[in-house]
């Protein structure tokens, strides 16, 4: 075992799917925040066990090929960008290998067919939606940002690099009005405080501005001086909501909005879909990878005008809408009301007739669905981290489909359901990766199964 508090010289040889560095030192695991493989640093040791232990980074001795200056001075500190030191191609190899990696040994797949990933060309500001946290530190100052790592603490910042730079105007002027208002800030620990979130949203294309100021109570003092500071700084701004959260909880949104100011909505397009989304829509944050993540499942689906497709956890219907321009007929599920009202707005915009729209939990929906004798000859997946549910898999299964196109935001949950449907009678074909969240350790890809003959 290695003794605590004291430091040590460390050759880092790997990279963790957290971010975190996995060093050696004489022949002794240790992991290291802030490495890069191939980096010598000196870590001072944190936590000791029997088989590994925890360092913190003191000095690099010698470093690594692949580390370069991350553009942000807070890289490091806030829990953001865990990456952003090392250089982006190598970015792009770690996470496609930690995706080939989770295959092989989760999914049980010998040789997966993975294509070469397909990164940015500019791999910052790049995000068309943020959420800072406030908070009053132990000076009695406001400060506006995003957690440190690993805490609840806010640390502020001048420029985000993978936000959209019109945040920073933003934030200025809710600065400039919680001071002249004397607004309360809320605390979490304590439950008290008005002011809970700042959610920004900005349509890509459209260049349209949603300022989302979420509250515990109702009251929002001179929220007229807000929308007129507002207009008056922020170039596109087209709607001002106001958001009740008065739960105790880390959900950020509440269900209810006021609108302050516009019609509560923002519009973007995608390809030549145009897609309307409010403060609770779910809606890709990175537009320009989105249009290609989505061209890669339509490639996949290679679907025409005789054949019917389910969308399982469709959101606001962005994929449907998309599929629904080449398919006969497509069958959208979700369990989110809100989505699934902006979903039916959206094919009514794009005037789209043959994209139905169904609320509630796949895990239900999709069984009765078959049992009311419904069939689909593509089922499209995007399910949250946690996968699938395996009525799920087994349903569509069930309905004996030629093809699944499966997009997953977590290798683990993908190899895990890819191998619950090797069981079901689906054999994967490939996989493309796409990185929709550079200098992070997200992972986002797709996936086409089909039916063994």
């Known amino acids: 075992m290695l003794k605590k508090d004291e430091i040590y010289e460390i050759q880092i040889v790997d990279m963790g799917n957290k971010g975190e560095a996995i060093g050696k030192t004489d022949g002794f695991t240790v992991f290291v925040d802030g490495a890069v493989k ?19 980074l003191v000095e690099i001795v010698t470093p690594s090929e692949d580390r370069v200056t991350p553009r942000c001075e807070l ?5 953001g960008c865990q990456i952003m030191h090392m250089d982006y191609k190598k970015q792009l190899e770690m996470k496609s290998d930690q995706l080939r990696q989770s295959l092989v040994r989760i999914g ?3 040789n997966p067919n993975l294509l070469p990933i397909i990164g940015m060309e500019d791999p910052y500001n790049y995000r068309n939606k943020a959420q800072f946290p406030l908070e009053i530190d132990s000076k009695g100052n406001l400060q506006i940002g995003f957690y440190k790592k690993f805490s609840h603490n806010v640390i502020p910042f001048d420029t985000c690099h993978i936000q959209d730079p019109i945040n920073d105007k933003i934030l200025k002027v809710v600065k400039e009005y919680i001071a002249k208002n004397e607004i309360t800030i809320y605390d979490e620990k304590t439950n008290e405080g008005n002011i809970k979130r700042i959610v920004t949203k900005v349509g890509f294309k459209t260049g349209e501005v949603m300022v989302v100021i979420v509250t515990k109570g109702k009251i929002l003092k001179n929220n007229d001086q807000l929308v007129s500071m507002l207009k008056k700084e922020v170039p596109g701004l087209t709607t001002v909501v106001q958001n009740i959260n008065s739960k105790q909880t880390n959900v950020i949104l509440g269900h209810k909005n006021f609108v302050l100011y516009g019609t509560g909505t923002i519009t973007d397009k995608l390809h030549d879909l145009v897609f309307e989304i409010s403060p609770n829509s779910f809606y890709q944050v990175n537009p ?7 061209s890669k499942a339509l490639e996949f689906a290679d679907i025409d005008s005789t054949k019917t497709v389910v969308d399982v956890y469709c959101g606001i219907g962005t994929i449907s809408l998309f599929l629904a321009q080449k398919a006969k007929k497509v069958i959208g599920i979700e369990v989110l009301e809100e989505s699934i009202e902006d979903a039916k707005r ?3 915009i794009n005037k789209l007739s043959n994209a139905e729209f169904l609320c509630g939990k796949a895990e239900e929906v999709l069984p009765k669905l078959y049992e009311e004798g419904i069939r689909a000859d593509v089922v499209v997946v995007d399910p949250p981290r946690k996968g699938c549910e395996e009525i799920v898999l087994k349903t569509i299964a069930e309905m004996n489909v030629e093809k699944i196109v499966y997009i997953s935001c977590n290798p683990s949950t993908l190899a895990r359901d890819i191998e619950i449907l090797s069981h079901h009678g689906y054999k994967m074909e490939k996989v493309q990766g796409v990185d929709m969240f550079p200098h992070s350790m997200h992972i986002e890809s797709v996936t086409l199964l ?3 003959v």
Not at 38 to 56: E, F, H, P, Q
Not at 75 to 79: F, L
Not at 288 to 294: E, G, P, S
């Open 38 to 56: 191939g980096d010598l640093v000196k870590g001072r040791i944190t936590l000791s066990k029997k088989n590994y232990a925890v360092a913190d």
């Open 75 to 79: 890289s490091g500190i806030c829990g």
């Open 108 to 110: 049980k797949i010998e």
């Open 288 to 294: 320009v990878q989105t249009d290609v993540l989505y």
């Open 346 to 348: 959206n094919a009514e």
């Open 450 to 452: 089909v039916k063994k």
